[in-house]
């Protein structure tokens, strides 16, 4: 599986989220100034985002997007799925009906996808904020966040 821009900026994005007191709003400039993410960019994602109720938008001075749920709630798997990131397996592919090892290795990948479906939402938000938290730990008190 290949993560693309889409899916690796979202992940970027939520995760920077959840490093904000009591997940606070952020606006897209501050995310963007902190992640080194293009602004228009981002702010296309996070509404994807918030349609797919994974983030809320704050209105206001101090507004802009916040956690719609705890980061242990939120699935891996679930973002990547807001911003249209597909892992399905060899797309428009029709085994062969005359060939046993055609059927075969469609049955391979398509068990292989369905672990890697399971994996992706068993991964929260939670479990990378931790992993974060621990890089910067072993980096120095010193170290910001960026993923």
């Known amino acids: 599986m290949k993560l693309t821009t889409r899916g690796h900026y979202s992940v970027k994005a939520?995760?920077?989220?959840?490093?904000?007191?009591?997940?606070?709003?952020?606006?897209?400039?501050?995310?963007s100034d902190r992640q080194d993410l293009p602004a228009p960019y981002l702010e296309k994602l996070l509404i994807e985002m918030r349609r797919a109720e994974l983030v809320v938008s704050i209105r206001g001075a101090h507004g802009g997007y916040q956690l719609a749920r705890h980061p242990s709630q939120i699935s891996l798997g679930e973002i990547l799925a807001a911003v249209g990131e597909s892992i399905d397996p060899l797309p428009h592919h029709t085994p062969d009906e005359g060939q046993a090892e055609?059927?075969?290795?469609?049955?391979?990948?398509?068990?292989?996808?369905?672990k890697l479906q399971q994996a992706l939402h068993s991964i929260s938000l939670e479990d990378l904020y931790y992993d974060a938290r621990s890089w910067q730990a072993s980096q120095g008190e010193g170290a910001s966040f960026v993923v």
Do not use: M, T
Request: with cysteine.
């Open 102 to 114: 055609d059927w075969v290795a469609f049955s391979v990948w398509n068990r292989l996808h369905q």
């Open 14 to 31: 939520l995760l920077d989220l959840c490093f904000q007191p009591e997940y606070g709003p952020a606006s897209v400039k501050a995310i």
